[in-house]
């Protein structure tokens, strides 16, 4: 018995199960804390913010996320996240449609640009 409880490393893989969502048992594996503190940064907030800032920040991230492919899962086909679907869904929200609109249109642009840069490359 008193082995199990001089092993740290059980409770250090505890914190890392259940898709990235704090169970409160402790501290998890942070993902994007990099990104939102230079997001925070470019919004104006401090060059390194407080981390209780990034942590809810990111804590409010993944449950958007979350939620959107959930929602998103039970649209749709069942169980498969498609691209319309996450349209279908901001379609009402003007920003986020703008803007998910102006992001699709440049990764067609780009899927384009390298088809046409690897055709003159490769001469396909």
């Given at each position: 018995?008193?082995?199990?409880?001089?092993?740290?490393?059980?409770?250090?893989?505890?914190?890392?199960?259940?898709?990235?969502?704090?169970?409160?048992?402790?501290?998890?594996?942070?993902?994007?804390?990099?990104?939102l503190r230079?997001?925070?940064?470019?919004?104006?907030?401090?060059?390194?913010?407080?981390?209780?800032?990034?942590?809810?920040l990111e804590?409010?991230?993944?449950?958007?996320?979350?939620?959107?492919?959930?929602?998103?899962?039970?649209?749709?086909?069942?169980?498969?996240?498609?691209?319309?679907?996450?349209?279908?869904?901001?379609?009402?929200?003007?920003?986020?449609?703008?803007?998910?609109?102006?992001?699709?249109?440049?990764?067609?642009?780009?899927?384009?640009?390298r088809k046409?840069?690897?055709?003159?490359?490769?001469?396909?």
């Amino acid at each position: 018995m008193a082995e199990e409880d001089d092993d740290p490393g059980f409770d250090e893989d505890l914190d890392d199960v259940g898709n990235g969502v704090d169970s409160g048992h402790g501290r998890r594996k942070r993902l994007f804390s990099k990104e939102l503190r230079c997001m925070m940064y470019g919004f104006g907030d401090d060059q390194n913010p407080y981390t209780e800032s990034v942590d809810i920040l990111e804590d409010l991230v993944i449950e958007f996320i979350t939620e959107m492919t959930h929602k998103a899962m039970s649209i749709g086909r069942q169980g498969r996240v498609q691209v319309e679907d996450i349209v279908f869904l901001i379609r009402k929200d003007p920003r986020k449609f703008a803007r998910v609109k102006d992001l699709l249109t440049m990764n067609e642009e780009l899927k384009r640009a390298r088809k046409a840069f690897d055709e003159a490359n490769y001469g396909s």
